[in-house]
């Protein structure tokens, strides 16, 4: 049911009490309340996008050029899946499992305990299934599948479901400005329209599910208002921020049979190189420079140049560009951060991220894309030609995509909180009643969206949750 700010204090106690109304916050709340839970779920803005409440996204990036955080995050009924591309696959295996050569790259579960979730994750985005993967002859390399889901806009598809539960409470437009705390345990949200009214929202749990830059900055400002009571230990607060970076690597021209968009190194051989993980995307197109590529060829290869120069007009012979997708390095010096200077409208300081790539995330794609085209040319269907910059001959582009806008980490899920902020229970460390959902806790980020994995997320914190009494 739809309530008013005002009416949130005199229809507590809830059994919880969740912040944001993105994939993560109304799968969480619809599953409680499924399970007879009484769920207060509070969202800043309204079913519409608004510029009064957009305007609280807006930040400072220091280091690398990135997008502008208030364009490509949404603050209303539905959050981040009102411009999710609806690209869909679950983090691999190897995504969750100990790496010697990048010892933070790991998560303290297993993708075995999200796998029950997986069905119930693509039904909310509207998707059957996902084809399992396909190693391809030659030991080194497989053909990945993605899925799309419509894309699923939350706040449309899911609003009467919300609106109409009786054991959900939605309260719009109500800010969460901090986290109450005492030495024991977490005592409210303090809430704030844009009209003055306040209010503070009482529950048996609490659950923030802002985003992957909101859960930090709410986080942090908390911490400074409570004297450091809400996350005790905050050594990892707001640090290993990361993104998919997301760049087209160059061009390619197959000249046999080669089926597939979508490929990564094997997981066995990605452990033996001591790589992260690196997506790879063939984007085939009709008018790629497949001539320009044959001169280029025929400076290495006059045989071959000589052959698809006779055969080009052939069904096998066509081109397009080569683009990737790749992990980045959890690094603690990349970070959300309060700016010094400026508060939004609720006196709460601006986001301030700062964010690099390191050497290392271009060794991941760089190795992954020269064994992608030793590859293609032993198996004999094509040929790549790399951009300067992918060979440590440049920087990167500044036209390209830059990142996905998959922004993971500054909540990290860690074993212990000098590793990260929360459990593998998703409950912050040393708080009894605290939860952070989302893909902030994600410790590392492999290459796929993370949507799917942060609804299955979801769904297992709901059985915790509800386990909880």
Known sequence: MLIPLAAVAPLAPYDCCIVGTGPAGITLALELAAHGQRVLLCEGGGFDLDPESQAIFQAEVIGDPYHDLAYFRMRFFGGGSANWGGWCRALDAIDFEPKPHHPLAHWPIRKADLDPYLEAALAMVEVDGIPPDEPIPGGEFQRIHFVWSPPTRFGTVYRAQVVEHPAIHLCLNANATHVRADDRHVTGIALEDFAGGRATATARAYVLATGGVENSRLLLWSNEV?????????????????????????????????????????????????????????????????ADLVDDLATVAPELAGWLRRHRDGPAVGGGVLRASWEQEPRPENRVALSPREVDRFGVPRTVLHWTKSPEDLVTVQRTALRFGAHLAAADVGRVRLDDWVLGQGDYPLDDERTSNHHLGGTRMAASPDAGVVDANLRVHGQPNLYVLGSSVFPSGGYANPTVTIIQLAFRLADHLTAAG
């Open 226 to 290: 409570e004297g450091g009571r809400v996350v005790k230990d905050a050594r990892t607060l707001g640090r290993y921020w990361m993104d998919h970076p997301t760049f087209t690597l160059g061009d390619f021209v197959t000249f046999r049979p080669f089926e597939g968009a979508y490929f990564s190194l094997t997981p066995a051989r990605q452990r033996a190189l001591g790589l992260l993980h690196c997506g790879l995307r063939f984007d085939r197109h009709e008018h790629a420079p497949v």
